[in-house]
Structure formats: C-alpha cells, structure tokens
C-alpha cells in the first residue's frame, strides 16, 4: 500500500454542509442527521405503507398492483418535482425583482440540488 492509497482509507470524509430544517405545507424539505431526506418523516412513513399494501395487494391481482405501483411512484417523482420547482421558482421571483438571494438560502438550495442529484446517479 503506497502513502497516497493509506492517506485515502484513512481520511476522513469530507464535512457536508448542513441544510436546516424546513417545515411547512410541503412535505418534501426535512433533514437527516447524514443526508438531507427528500421528505419529512411522517409522509415517507405513509409512502412507505401504501407500497407494503401495493405488495401485498400483487397475490390477489397483479396487474392492478402493479397499476397501483405505477401511480404511487409517478406521484411521488411529481412531488420531488414540485418541491424542486418551488425552490426554483421562489429564486427566479427574487432574481425578477432585482432581489438577490441570499448565500445562505443559495447554500440550501446548491446541497438540496447535489444530494438529489447524488441520489439519481446512484440509482
């Protein structure tokens, strides 16, 4: 093992910006203790069991199920959409007044954008 390859294995990772808590109408902008979550705890929590009943519902009828897995997940990709261009959006209005956001909420939004982004290519 050469120096480099010891000093790569043995670093530590590198600090993540911490996003702060969001909470609001939108169920999409809660944070994690490691990375930022994409929804708030009780809502994941309900997406979580309406796919254990998609599941469970395959037995009995699996084209209807997978029906319902079709619609869940479409909802959900809506959702994560809505919720980026929302933070889109609030930006480009303060851009049109000749406002400019701050390095904070700037900050927030590059580390939700990075972490999705991070998220998609791991898939």
Do not use: C
Not at 35 to 58: I, P
Not at 76 to 105: C, H, I, K, P
Request: proline share 6%; aromatic share 6%; hydrophobic share 35%.
């Amino acid at each position: 093992m050469t120096t480099h390859d010891e000093r790569a294995t043995t670093a530590p990772p590198p600090e993540r910006a911490q996003v702060p808590e969001t909470r609001g109408a939108n169920p999409v902008e809660a944070p994690a203790e490691d990375n930022t979550l994409l929804f708030a705890d009780e809502h994941r929590s309900g997406l979580h069991s309406r796919w254990n009943d998609v599941q469970a519902a395959f037995v009995d009828d699996p084209k209807e199920s997978v029906q319902k897995a079709d619609n869940l997940v479409a909802e959900v990709v809506d959702e994560l959409t809505a919720s980026f261009a929302d933070t889109r959006s609030r930006l480009e209005a303060q851009w049109s007044r000749g406002e400019e956001a701050s390095t904070e909420d700037l900050r927030v939004a590059l580390t939700r954008y990075r972490d999705f982004f991070n998220r998609l290519l791991s898939v």
